[in-house]
């Protein structure tokens, strides 16, 4: 069975900081891209980022460029997602998914973890 547990949500303050991880179970780490979404009160799912193990690709968001940084620990099958320089628009609850084809921004992805909640004040 295809686990992803999230961890690591919490409320911070406006340029603070936060790391989440994803820990996956059930599937051949390497063989699987995963990646980050959020959704935020009243919006649509929107991706954050992607790591492909399989080529080291690493994809992410303009809106979190240069603040957000995916990285892997495949000897752990866990994915991080360290967050710099919090907004508040970045509340929103954020999931881990999975994949085993290619990173995408859209939803076609074959499994979502249950979310972790990030709450930014101002």
């Known amino acids: 069975e295809v686990q992803l547990v999230e961890s690591g949500g919490g409320l911070v303050q406006a340029g603070g900081s936060l790391r989440l991880s994803c820990a996956a179970s059930?599937?051949?780490?390497?063989?699987?891209?995963i990646g980050w979404f959020r959704q935020a009160p009243g919006k649509e799912r929107e991706g954050v980022s992607c790591?492909?193990?399989?080529?080291?690709?690493?994809y992410y968001a303009d809106s979190v460029k240069g603040r957000f940084t995916t990285s892997s620990d495949n000897a752990k099958n866990t994915v991080f997602l360290q967050m710099n320089s919090l907004k508040p628009e970045d509340t929103a609850v954020y999931y881990c998914?999975?994949?085993?084809?290619?990173?995408?921004?859209?939803?076609?992805?074959?499994?979502w973890g249950q979310g972790t909640q990030v709450t930014v004040s101002s």
């Open positions: 059930g599937f051949t780490f390497d063989d699987y891209v």
């Open positions: 998914v999975a994949d085993p084809r290619r990173c995408s921004w859209s939803l076609a992805y074959d499994y």
């Open positions: 790591i492909s193990s399989s080529d080291g690709a690493i």
